[in-house]
C-alpha cells in the first residue's frame, strides 16, 4: 500500500534551504525577508478575522435592536422615533459624549443611525402620516443592509477558518496529551492478620447454625488494635521507624499558622501567604535538609521514600495519643519530602524556591494538601477509638449467629400475628383426619412461645430480617441465645428455603 503525503501539502514553511536567488542577491537576507512576508501576512489574517469576527457580535447586537425600533415605530409613529432618539442622546450626554472602553458602544451606533435617518433627503420636511412612513421604511432599509452585511460577515468568517485548517502552522500546534501531578500519601494502616490472635468458628448440630468463638480475646488498648488488624507486630520490619534526625525534622517550627483550627481541612479564604504564611518554617527546613541529605534518600521499595512513611506512621500514632500539634507537624514534614522527591532532580530547591513566590499560590496548594491528610488520619484514629471503646464490653464472648450453610438456602422468619382466631376452618388435600383443637393448641402455643421473648429480640423478628436478627442475639450470653434460638424452631418460626433450581424432569 503506497504511502499517503498528501498531509504534507499544507504546511506554511517559512524557511527553504533549496530557495534559489540571483547571485546578486544575498541568500540569507531573502530567506528572512520571506520569513517576515509570512509571518506579516500570517498576522494581517488574523486581524482581519478577529475584526469581522468582532463586526459579527456587534452586529448581532443591532438586528434586535432596530427590530425593536422599526415595529414601535410602525405602532406609534414619528412620536416613538424622536422619543427614542432623544432618550439615547440623554444617555450618551450623560457619558460626557465618550465612547465606551472598547469604542462606541451599540446605543452609539443606533444614534448615529437614528440622527443619519433624520437628514436623509426622504424624510426631511415630511410630517404626519408621511413622516411615519417614510420613517418606516429608511428603518427597515438599514435593517435589511444590515442583515445582509452580516450573513457576507459569517460567509468570510467561515472560508478564512477554513482556509486556515489546511495550512499547518506552528500556531495551528496544540498540547494533546500531558498531565503533571503530585501524589499524596495516603496512610493506610497495616492489614495483615497477626500471628498473635486465634479464632476458631464452629459449627452447632443444629442445621444453619454458626457459633463463633474467639479465643484469647484483647485486654488492653494496643491488643486491641493488633486484634483488629489495625497494628501487627510482623509490620514493624516494613514500616520503616522515625530516625532521630527525622524527629527532629519534623519539631522544626510549622509553615501553618496556629490560628488554624486543627479541624479545617484547608485555608480560609482570608489567608494572604505573604502576610499570614511563615516562610522562616521553610527556611529552617531547607537549611535542614542541606545538613541532612539522608532524610531524602529513596525507600528500598522505590516508593516515595522512608522519611514520608516513618513520619506519616509517627503523626498516625501521635494523634491516637492527643497530640495534634506534633501529628500536624509530622504530616506537613512528611509531605514536604514528598513533593521535594516528586519534583525530580533539583526538587528541593524547585520546591522551596516556589512556597516563597510573591504569589503564594504553590504555597496554598501543598498547605492544603497538609490540612486535609491530617485530618483524613485525625478522622481515622477517631473513628478507631470509637470501635475499641464500643468493643470493650463485648471482647472475649462467644455470639450465636444464624449462617445459611448451604449459599442456596435463604433464612426467613415466620412470625404470627397474633393468638388463633376463635373460628378456624382447614381446606386443602391432606387434612383429613386433622383435628381443629389439635391446630388451635398449636397456634397457641406459637404466640405464647413468641410473647415470651424479650421485647427486643421481638421487635428484630417483626423486620423479618436476618443482620437485625443476628445483631440482636449478638448482644445475648451464648446459653439464653441458644435457648432462643431452639424456641424459634420449635414454634416454626425460623424457616429455610432453598433458592436452587432443581431438575425434577428426570433427565441426567
Known amino acids: 500500500m503506497p504511502l499517503n503525503y498528501s498531509k504534507w501539502d499544507n504546511l506554511e514553511l517559512s524557511d527553504d534551504s533549496d530557495v534559489e536567488v540571483h547571485p546578486n542577491v544575498d541568500k540569507r537576507s531573502f530567506i528572512r525577508w520571506k520569513q517576515r512576508d509570512i509571518h506579516e501576512k500570517r498576522d494581517l489574517r488574523k486581524h482581519e478575522l478577529e475584526s469581522l ?127 503533571g501531578y503530585v501524589a499524596k500519601a495516603e496512610l493506610e494502616p497495616p492489614q495483615s492478620a497477626p500471628s498473635g490472635s486465634k ?84 527556611e529552617k527546613a531547607y537549611v535542614f535538609l542541606g545538613e541532612h541529605r539522608e532524610l531524602l534518600r529513596p525507600g528500598t521499595d522505590g516508593g516515595d521514600g522512608s522519611t514520608t512513611d516513618a513520619l506519616l506512621v509517627e503523626a498516625f500514632q501521635a494523634e491516637q495519643k492527643e497530640q495534634k500539634d506534633k501529628a500536624r507537624k509530622c504530616v506537613e514534614k512528611a509531605l514536604l519530602v514528598q513533593y521535594c522527591q516528586k519534583l525530580g532532580k533539583d526538587g528541593v530547591s524547585l520546591f522551596f524556591k516556589k512556597m516563597v513566590a510573591a504569589d503564594g499560590k504553590a504555597a496554598l496548594v501543598f498547605l492544603n494538601d497538609v490540612l486535609s491528610t491530617y485530618v483524613r488520619i485525625a478522622t481515622r484514629c477517631a473513628e478507631l477509638a470509637q470501635r475499641e471503646s464500643s468493643s470493650d464490653g463485648a471482647a472475649g464472648e462467644e455470639q450465636i449467629q444464624l449462617v445459611a450453610e448451604d449459599p442456596s438456602t435463604t433464612i426467613t422468619f415466620e412470625v404470627p400475628d397474633g393468638p388463633p382466631p376463635e373460628h378456624i376452618t382447614l381446606e386443602g388435600e391432606g387434612l383429613e383426619g386433622v383435628s381443629i383443637d389439635a391446630v388451635r393448641d398449636h397456634l397457641q402455643r406459637r404466640w405464647d412461645l413468641f410473647c415470651s421473648f424479650p421485647d427486643e429480640f421481638r421487635e428484630a423478628l417483626k423486620t423479618k430480617e436476618l443482620d437485625q436478627v443476628n445483631k440482636a442475639l449478638g448482644k445475648m450470653k451464648v446459653d439464653e441465645a441458644e435457648r432462643l434460638v431452639g424456641l424459634l424452631d420449635e414454634a416454626g418460626i425460623l424457616s429455610f428455603s432453598s433458592t436452587e433450581i432443581r431438575d425434577e424432569t428426570g433427565k441426567a
Open 53 to 179: 469576527k468582532l463586526e459579527l457580535s456587534i452586529n448581532e447586537k443591532l438586528v434586535p435592536m432596530l427590530n425593536e425600533i422599526v415595529a414601535s415605530t410602525s405602532s406609534e409613529g414619528h412620536a416613538f422615533f424622536s422619543r427614542r432618539t432623544a432618550q439615547l442622546t440623554a444617555g450618551r450626554a450623560e457619558r460626557g459624549n465618550k465612547d465606551g472602553p472598547d469604542g462606541p458602544t451599540p446605543d452609539d451606533m443606533i444614534i448615529s443611525l437614528l440622527l443619519q435617518i433624520n437628514e436623509e433627503d426622504g424624510v426631511k420636511g415630511k410630517q404626519s402620516a408621511e413622516l411615519d412612513e417614510a420613517l418606516v421604511s429608511s428603518l427597515k432599509g438599514h435593517l435589511g443592509k444590515l442583515e445582509e452585511r452580516t450573513k457576507q460577515v459569517k460567509e468570510q468568517i467561515a472560508q478564512m477558518e477554513e482556509e486556515d485548517k489546511k495550512k499547518i502552522t506552528s500556531d495551528s500546534i496544540r498540547e494533546g496529551w500531558s498531565a
Open 199 to 282: 479464632k476458631k468458628a464452629k459449627n452447632s448440630t443444629q442445621s444453619g447454625i454458626k457459633t463463633i468463638e474467639t479465643i484469647n480475646s484483647p485486654s488492653t488498648k494496643a491488643d486491641a488494635e493488633v486484634n483488629s488488624g489495625e497494628s501487627s507486630e510482623d509490620d514493624d520490619d516494613e514500616i520503616p521507624a522515625a530516625t532521630s534526625a527525622m524527629l527532629q525534622f519534623a519539631s522544626l517550627p510549622s509553615a501553618i499558622p496556629p490560628s488554624i483550627p486543627y479541624t479545617a481541612q484547608s485555608l480560609p479564604g482570608t489567608f494572604i501567604p505573604s502576610r499570614h504564611l511563615n516562610t522562616t518554617a521553610f
